[in-house]
């Protein structure tokens, strides 16, 4: 058995063995791992070029999940979503034009440095610059007087106007000069009032005049040998010849005043600062030939150059007024001599002006539509008696000159349209009366009643005939109820504006309340009830 056996596995080899049954020798299971793992291997250029390929597939795979979906997958769950790439937007802010309220500028140099403060305080309230090509306008600024070149008559409710129809009679030059007015120096238009001026000066003989043009500035004093009494563009006006002087100059002060109604007539003035100007040239002694001793030019003395007013202005940081005076306390005066009358003077020339502007105002569809700001120029003399003399309808408002009234003029800008309602925290983008709510959140009449114990008693309860009745909530008429509201927020809203009319309590005894209009009484009575509720009326 053994043998066989041995002979048939010869048998076996030798046919393996054979040529035929020869085949290439297989590759062993160690060689095709390594050629396998050559692929991978970042030796060679084979495996970098793999894993690069792999790595890039693996980032955009996933960039083309959607979230949440490499979540799902890691569950064994499918994604919901397609896959699409995410693509990553970078959103831009897209800031639209807020429509704001309107002004412009009528004049005939409306970019003018006389103008710059004007643009600046109304930018800073919010408002935008147009032009007369539209009557899309909320506000008007007329640096030269409007009515005889423009159309006004058919203004829109809300549109306002910085002039009153009429306001000439206060600020021309003969008007004013030759209003009869205890304030005003004796004044003669010519040659109309020739024989009158002879006699007043016959009767004065101490007195001197100076010869004035009606609208320039050429001002001198003149003997009566030297007056054109030909000249139909000139008057004559009593001099001032015993001037207030500090530090030997004289000057003139000037007083920003401010008319937001008339016919109720409401009048104020600016109290955060008064314009002084002095003379360049000390006054003593006095030369009738050298006018920069007695009329304040261009080129005047500014309070921080005059030596006794400096250091309050420059060094503690006070006003002109203020410097002013503390210097006429530091000599023993008392300046609110000097206030009272300024007051005074300034109100019973509008007052007795006012008549006037009312007989203009039926032309125009509204007389809400207008407001007014004119400065006064009054001189002081040695008895601290003052006198007005003229009224600028569009006073100088540029600093270009004198730097530090920049100041001055800017806060007299914000103060006037925070006064009249141009300046509001509450975002509109017209002058446009606002929401209802709104309108009632500034003023509603529990802020307008007055008098509750006398209007829930008889006799007001029967009739509104009575006059202490007028003011009772159910006898006011829709037009007096505008005219209280706008009464009302210039009051909560007059800043540094003080009110001269209707006269406050102090000053009663300045004006004759019979001689007031209608509405002017009316006006007036309501400023006296609200007195009672609250001091800040009186």
């Known amino acids: ?52 390929i792999v790595t890039v597939a693996a980032v955009t795979l996933v960039q083309c999940l959607p979230k949440g979906s490499l979540k799902s997958l890691l569950n064994l769950q499918l994604p919901s979503q397609q896959c699409k790439p995410e693509v990553q937007r970078i959103e831009k802010e897209i800031i639209s034009h807020e429509p704001r309220p309107k002004y412009w500028i009528y004049g005939r140099n409306p970019t003018g440095a006389h103008l710059v403060h004007v643009h600046n305080v109304l930018q800073r309230l919010g ?43 206060i600020t021309n030059k003969v008007d004013l000069s030759t209003t009869k007015l205890q304030y005003i120096p004796a004044a003669f238009k010519l040659p109309a009032e020739t024989a009158l001026f002879r006699e007043y000066a016959t009767d004065n003989p101490d007195k001197k005049f100076v010869q004035k043009h009606n609208q320039h500035r050429h001002i001198q ?17 009593e001099f001032i010849d015993d001037p207030l002087l500090v530090d030997g100059f004289k000057f003139d002060i000037g007083v920003y005043t401010v008319i937001t109604s008339v016919d109720p007539l409401r009048v104020y003035i600016y109290k955060g600062d008064i314009l002084f100007r002095y003379c360049p040239v000390p006054y003593y002694p006095f030369n009738a030939s050298n006018v920069d001793k007695y009329i304040v030019g261009d080129d005047y003395l500014p309070t921080w150059e005059v030596p006794s007013l400096k250091q309050y202005y420059s060094k503690y940081g006070f006003g ?24 005074d003077a300034i109100r019973l020339l509008i ?24 400065r006064f120029d009054l001189v002081v003399d040695n008895n601290l008696k003052v006198y007005l003399m003229e009224a600028n309808m569009s006073p100088n408002l540029s600093s270009a000159h ?54 829930s008693n008889v006799p007001c309860v029967e009739s509104c005939a009575p006059v202490e009745c007028q003011l009772c909530r159910t006898c006011l008429e829709e037009s007096d109820l505008d005219d209280l509201q706008r009464a009302y927020r210039e009051h909560m809203n007059r800043g540094d504006m003080k009110r001269i009319f209707p006269v406050p309590k102090a000053d009663n005894h300045r004006v004759n309340f019979e001689t007031l209009s209608a509405k002017n009484q009316f006006m007036s009575r309501w400023f006296e009830e609200k007195c009672k509720l609250d001091s800040s009326y009186c």
Request: hydrophobic content about 35%; aromatic content about 10%; overall charge positive.
């Open 402 to 455: 004198f730097k530090p009234n920049r100041l001055l003029y800017e806060q007299v800008i914000y103060n006037l349209f925070q006064l009249i309602g141009v300046g509001t925290s509450i975002r509109r983008d017209s002058f446009r009366k606002r929401h209802p709510d709104t309108e009632a959140m500034l003023s509603s009449i529990k802020n307008l009643a007055t008098g509750a114990n006398q209007c």
């Open 221 to 237: 004093i003149k003997g009566l040998e030297e007056i054109d009494f030909n000249s139909n563009e000139t008057f004559i006006q």
């Open 1 to 52: 058995m053994t043998d066989k056996r041995k002979e048939a596995t010869k048998k076996v080899d030798d046919r393996t063995k054979s040529p035929e049954n020869v085949k290439a020798p297989a590759l062993s299971s160690r060689g095709k791992t390594e050629d396998r793992g050559s692929f991978f291997d970042l030796r060679t250029s084979t495996g970098q070029a793999l894993f690069i």
């Open 320 to 343: 002109m007024k203020d410097s002013f005076d503390a210097y006429i306390k530091a000599n023993g005066r008392d300046p609110s001599v000097i206030w009272e009358q300024v007051e």
């Open 127 to 169: 408002m935008e610059e147009t032009n007369n090509n539209t009557n899309d306008w909320d506000l008007l600024w007329a640096h030269d007087y409007p009515f005889r070149k423009i159309g006004l008559q058919r203004m829109k409710h809300h549109q306002l106007v910085n002039h009153f129809p009429g306001s000439g009679y």
């Open 351 to 374: 007052l007795k002006k006012e008549p006037l502007f009312t007989a203009l105002l039926p032309r125009y569809a509204n007389r809400r539509n207008f407001f007014e700001m004119m």
